[in-house]
Nanobody, 124 residues
Framework: QVQLVESGGGLVQAGGSLRLSCAASGRTFGSFVMGWFRQAPGKEREFVATITWSAGSTYYADSVKGRFTISRDNAKNTVYLQMNSLKPEDTAVYYC?????????????????WGQGTQVTVSS
């Protein structure tokens, strides 16, 4: 079992930055592929970014490529999402997720464990 707790959300002006953190419990954190997803009101949950257990590979949604960076620290059981040049359309609840498979996947249904989410609001 893995429990995930997100933090770092908040209100920021357009063009600003935030760093989200996701703290994981469980001894096997280092073996999971980790991902970030987001869900805006009235919309489906969408993929943002994912990272392999070794942090050797990452994959991003086109909408955030070049602005967001996913990283992880296995010694701290934590995955991060650095968000720069934020836009109002980035406003959403952001969730981290863990996938027991070794593959980088963008489908929410592929992930086995989810956090409760943290709200990010970008004002124009």
């Amino acid at each position: 079992q893995v429990q995930l707790v997100e933090s770092g959300g908040g209100l920021v002006q357009a063009g600003g930055s935030l760093r989200l953190s996701c703290a994981a419990s469980g001894r096997t954190f280092g073996s999971f592929v980790m991902g970030w997803f987001r869900q805006a009101p009235g919309k489906e949950r969408e993929f943002v970014a994912t990272i392999t257990w070794s942090a050797g590979s990452t994959y991003y949604a086109d909408s955030v490529k070049g602005r967001f960076t996913i990283s992880r620290d296995n010694a701290k059981n934590t995955v991060y999402l650095q968000m720069n040049s934020l836009k109002p359309e980035d406003t959403a609840v952001y969730y981290c997720a863990a996938d027991r498979s070794p593959y980088l996947r963008a489908r929410a249904a592929s992930y086995d464990y989810w956090g409760q989410g943290t709200q990010v609001t970008v004002s124009s």
